[in-house]
Structure formats: structure tokens, C-alpha cells
């Protein structure tokens, strides 16, 4: 047996070695991913993040030893949803309380100059932020960070339809004293030359996420803006290149249904040709959820796998596919709607949880400073199915009940796209632990 990865040292800290009585008979843990690969067969323990490589056909009796000390065997009987449950809460006892709030999703507006037909925005209200209430933001912020730096994500509807706001946050945010960088999730469109340049040096922009629907014509009619040039997909794709050259992280989303399926395999070599030699270029496939009852649905589950993940291979094939690594740390918050060191000021100075809320949902007011605790603790409710019992990813599966991104439940779709990621990640884990004991020899 060999050692790939060692537990997350707070996992380790918490489960120490697991001691059974003799005799008791015991089974593969639920949580343990298996992985056959040409070198033998790997192991990962989702809870604990351990990840270790069996290169016999048999376990031997040490090896299953030292197997069953580290939870990858465990007792008939053990209750693995429960003890997961534990080892989260104790370790989210562990790190003090947040004193300072540094990461703010910021609504410049809640308006878009496009017009997707499967936007979850699609009939709230559109309005933008004043000047005014973009300096009372930049004072909340520096106060709110403690001066701590922060770290903003402009979000909309289309963030550069109110740039202004965005320059006068920023500006004063410098004014201040207070160090902050900024990524962004926008359409593209008017990431031009010159607001390119501000966005690098006063914006202080790192990374954007720009989503791109499919190849040229399929592109421009579900984008179908308001204000389209001639050719909005050629004019976006120059706007990535520009975003590359000026060395700010772009990630290319693409929205996927039945309808633009085969069309983004294209689009995935086509990108790949355009950007796959800049190293800040990555791009991922995301399902579109059905919020209008618009999309269109694949036939079966085994259809939504295998176009995506012939897409996946495309973008991989290139280098082009972003991939994340296993985790190295216990995962105790689904993302900023249940992190109480973030937040979402909207366009009038309203606080939130959830950019996904603007009307609903909202926990204070930059201006009053009163906070509505109640709101804030509804976020921290998970989300829980029949499945989850027996599934591997439940140790890394933090899905929050209000949001409604869930609200299709969890899919057996869902499961399986993070399971094939998940694999992807031990075999990319194992093959950076060789060159890494190549290079050491």
C-alpha cells in the first residue's frame, strides 16, 4: 500500500485512529471512492481526504489493518451520515468567528443589455446603483473589513451597464486606505480596449467569468441583446483575447441543455483554438437549470453524462478545461450565502446572503447597520435528501435549503458528474504525486 495523500490534518485530528473490537466484522466505508488504474487500485476517503493506492489484486491482512485505523473500513453497523455530521460541526468549531467581513459581491445593477430566454433574473426589478449610495458602499466596505483586505465580485444583471458606480466604489475604496482586488461576472460585450485598461488598474481585476452559449449563430440569438453590432459572438471572443493579453484570469462558462449540446462540443474546439495557449484561460460546462420552464431537457440521464463529458474531454484535450483539485481542507460552507464573512450589497444599499435574492431574503442595510440575524441563520440550513444516506460525496456536499438551485432535488445527473470529477481529480492527484517522486530521484 502506498500513501498518495495523507488526511487533512484537521480531519486526522478529529477521527484519530478508529479502534474496533476483535472480531467485529467490518465493510468498505460509504465515503470511500475506489478507483482502478493501470498501477493498481485507488482509494479515497471523502471525509478524511486521504488517498492511498493498492497495488495487489488482494488487500493483505496489514494492509487492510491499516486500512480500517484510517476509516476506510468501518464497523456493519456504523452510522456514517451521522459521524460526518460530527467531524464537520466539531471542526467548524475550530476557527475563531469571522470579525470582519472581506468578501462582498457588489450589484452595480440589477440591469443586462441581454436577453437570455433561461435567465433566473427574468422579471425582477431593474435598477441601478446611484453615485451616492456607491460611496456609502465604499465606506461600509472599508468598515466592514476592519482593514482587512477585501476581496469584491461584481455581479448583475451586467455589471459594466453602471460602471460609474463601479469607478467611484473603487476609487474611494483607494482613497481610503483599503486594499482590495476585484473579479467580475459578465456578458463580455463591453470589456472594450479601454474599459479593459480600467479594470486592470483601477478596478484592480483578477479574474471574470464570461458565458458563452454555443458557436457564433446560436450564440447571438440566445444572447439576443439589446444594443447587438453586427456580431456580438466575434466581438465577445476579442474581448476574452484582450481580457488574456492584460494577464487577467478568464473563464469561459458553458451553459449547457439539449438544445446547444452538440454545438458546444464545437464551440469547446473552437475556444481551445483561440485562447488554449494563454495560461489564464480555462472554461468549464455548467447544466442549465430549468428557473422559466424554457430549456430544453435531454431525453435521459445517460445522454446529459455523455454530451458532457465529451465536451469536458474537448476542453481537457486542449488544456483548456478548469479542474480543481481535492480538498485539502474539511468543507464547512456551501459558498457566500452561508459565510458570515460575506455579503451582497445590492443596488440600494440593501444587504443580502444570495445575489440570487434581490428582493427577498435581505439580512441590513449599509446605511442603518441593523442586521437580520433570523435571515442570515435560514441560510445555514442544508438541504437534505433520501440519498444522502448512502452516498460518497455527502462529507463535501453542502447544499443550502433556501437556495434554488436545489430545487430540482438532488439528481441522479448531479451525483454522477461530481463522481466522474471527483475520479478525475485522484487520477490527476496520483499522477502529480510520480513526477513529484521522480523528481526527488
Request: glycine fraction near 6%.
Amino acid at each position: 500500500m502506498e500513501l498518495i495523500i495523507p488526511a487533512i490534518k484537521t480531519a486526522a485530528g478529529i477521527c484519530g485512529r478508529q479502534k474496533l473490537q476483535e472480531g467485529q466484522s467490518c465493510r468498505l466505508s460509504r465515503h470511500c471512492v475506489s478507483l482502478m488504474t493501470e498501477e493498481g487500485t485507488l482509494f479515497y476517503h471523502v471525509l478524511t481526504g486521504a488517498l492511498v493506492l493498492m497495488p495487489g489484486q488482494e488487500i493483505t491482512e496489514n494492509d487492510r489493518r491499516v486500512l480500517t485505523e484510517n476509516w476506510f473500513y468501518v464497523p456493519e453497523d456504523f452510522h456514517e451520515e451521522q459521524f460526518a455530521d460530527e467531524v464537520r460541526r466539531i471542526a467548524g468549531m475550530m476557527p475563531p468567528p469571522a470579525k470582519h467581513r472581506t468578501s462582498f459581491t457588489v450589484l452595480p445593477t440589477t440591469d443586462c443589455n441581454a436577453r437570455c430566454f433561461y435567465c433566473y433574473e427574468i422579471g425582477i426589478r431593474r435598477f441601478s446603483m446611484s453615485p451616492e449610495t456607491a460611496r456609502d458602499t465604499a465606506e461600509y466596505i472599508r468598515k466592514a473589513s476592519g482593514g482587512e483586505a477585501v476581496r469584491i465580485r461584481w455581479f448583475g444583471g451586467e455589471p459594466l451597464y453602471n460602471r460609474e458606480a463601479i469607478d467611484i466604489i473603487c476609487t474611494e475604496l483607494g482613497r481610503g486606505g483599503t486594499e482590495y482586488e476585484s473579479g467580475m461576472v459578465s456578458t463580455g460585450y463591453y470589456m472594450d480596449e479601454e474599459t479593459v485598461k480600467k479594470a486592470v488598474q483601477l478596478w484592480h481585476l483578477k479574474e471574470i467569468q464570461i458565458t458563452v452559449d454555443g458557436t457564433e449563430k446560436i450564440y447571438n440569438r440566445t444572447k439576443a441583446y439589446i444594443d447587438a453590432d453586427a456580431n456580438p459572438f466575434e466581438r465577445v471572443m476579442k474581448h476574452i483575447g484582450l481580457l488574456l493579453a492584460a494577464r487577467v484570469g478568464v473563464t469561459v462558462r458553458l451553459n449547457m441543455d439539449a438544445r446547444n449540446a452538440d454545438d458546444l462540443l464545437v464551440l469547446a474546439e473552437d475556444i481551445s483554438r483561440r485562447f488554449a495557449g494563454s495560461p489564464n484561460a480555462r472554461a468549464y460546462v455548467a447544466l442549465l437549470h430549468d428557473f422559466t420552464g424554457k430549456i430544453h431537457r435531454f431525453d435521459t440521464q445517460k445522454e446529459i453524462l455523455m454530451k458532457y463529458r465529451a465536451i469536458c474531454d474537448k476542453l481537457k484535450e486542449h488544456g483548456m478545461l478548469r479542474q480543481k483539485k481535492l480538498p485539502r481542507q474539511i468543507r464547512l460552507n456551501c459558498c457566500m450565502a452561508d459565510d458570515d464573512a460575506s455579503e451582497t450589497i445590492l443596488p440600494d444599499g440593501r444587504i443580502g446572503r444570495c445575489e440570487h435574492y434581490s428582493e427577498t431574503m435581505i439580512t441590513g442595510d449599509i446605511r442603518s447597520g441593523e442586521r437580520n440575524e433570523a435571515v442570515a441563520q435560514q441560510w445555514k440550513e442544508r438541504f437534505s435528501s433520501p440519498e444522502c444516506a448512502e452516498c460518497a460525496l455527502y462529507p463535501i456536499c453542502n447544499r443550502l435549503k433556501m437556495c434554488e438551485w436545489n430545487r430540482d432535488g438532488c439528481t441522479e445527473a448531479d451525483r454522477e458528474i461530481r463522481m466522474a470529477e471527483l475520479k478525475e481529480q485522484m487520477l490527476d492527484a496520483l499522477r502529480e504525486y510520480r513526477e513529484r517522486k521522480g523528481e526527488e530521484k
